[in-house]
Nanobody
């Protein structure tokens, strides 16, 4: 059993900042990738930014220079620092985890419940 606890969403004015957090716990032997996706109603879930266990980040062009991903390995936690927020950043943000339960087990993935980010004046 794996749990992802997301926090940090909310309402912010255009140009403002928010920091999302996602803490993973449970039956996790190793984490391969952690990150964030976002989804608007009726649309597909899109990449925001992810980071591998080796520290390699992958991000959407739309957030380049505005969002920064980081991790606390000891806490199995990933953060997304969002700056210069725009109304088009309004979405539900989902934490995503790619991991293994055991050393030789299959690679699995897991989604958080989502946290709403609303950018509006």
């Amino acid at each position: 059993q794996v749990q992802l606890v997301e926090s940090g969403g909310g309402l912010v004015q255009p140009g403002g900042s928010l920091r999302l957090s996602c803490a993973a716990s449970g039956s996790i032997f190793s984490i391969n990738v952690m990150g964030w996706y976002r989804q608007a109603p009726g649309k597909q879930r899109d990449l925001v930014e992810t980071i591998t266990s080796g520290g390699i980040a992958n991000y959407a062009d739309a957030v380049k220079g505005r969002f920064t991903i980081s991790t606390d390995v000891a806490k199995n936690t990933v953060y997304l620092q969002m700056g210069d927020l725009k109304p088009e950043d309004t979405n539900v943000y989902y934490c995503h985890l790619v991991f293994q339960n055991t050393r030789w087990g299959p690679i699995r993935n897991y989604w958080g419940q989502g946290t709403q980010v609303t950018v509006s004046s």
